[in-house]
């Protein structure tokens, strides 16, 4: 069997070559290992401006990846190759280290961070139950965000499968006092 380690080290070898040592992996496609959902995307996350506008330009210099943004619907550039799951790259927020990004997630199924440490050496940063949530299907939230946004993914997750823990339906009303511009984006 395939840990996840090897699992996200496959997907970082898909990106432009240089790609892994800027970005972290993270979030859906990573729950995928656990849920055997079929992977959407890529999302790739960065601990610099910097580093996200160099990426971008390993992307669109990449002759294999066509930019496939979907302009006045994504607050992000992606990139895809023919057949395979587009590439995100998240620029609306930075992280310092793989715990910061873990930590950022809303729920916990998804809160996990892969990145390259050493030439084929790939550690994963995670909640502690986010392979039991995602491998047992069950939504729990790690950091509460705005009801739009929690609902749509929600809508998104039960159509995975996926069945909200008590603790979650109970946060619900919680959701509605939070600020949109307090969510963690719209993605």
Request: charged share 20%; aromatic share 14%.
């Amino acid at each position: 069997m395939t840990s996840i380690q090897q699992y996200a080290l496959n997907i970082f070898r898909k990106a432009p070559a240089g790609i892994d040592v800027l970005a972290y992996l993270g979030g859906g496609c990573l729950r995928s290992f656990y849920d055997g959902t079929p992977v959407k995307d890529y999302d790739l996350f960065f601990a610099s401006y910097h580093d996200w506008l160099f990426a971008c330009q390993w992307f669109r210099a990449d002759t294999s990846f066509v930019e496939t943004t979907l302009e006045g619907e994504q607050t992000y550039p992606s990139f895809q190759r023919e057949g395979e799951p587009p590439f995100n790259l998240i620029g609306f927020r930075f992280h310092k280290g793989a715990e910061a990004l873990c930590n950022s997630f809303d729920f916990t199924c998804v809160a996990l961070v892969a990145e390259i440490v050493e030439p084929d050496v790939v550690t994963v940063t995670q909640h502690p139950l986010a392979p039991y949530h995602a491998s047992h299907k069950l939504l729990s939230f790690q950091n509460l965000q705005h009801i739009d946004r929690v609902e749509r993914r929600k809508a998104r997750y039960m159509g995975y499968g996926y069945k909200e823990t008590p603790e979650f339906t109970a946060s619900l009303p919680k959701c509605a006092a939070i600020p949109r511009e307090a969510s963690g984006g719209d993605y």
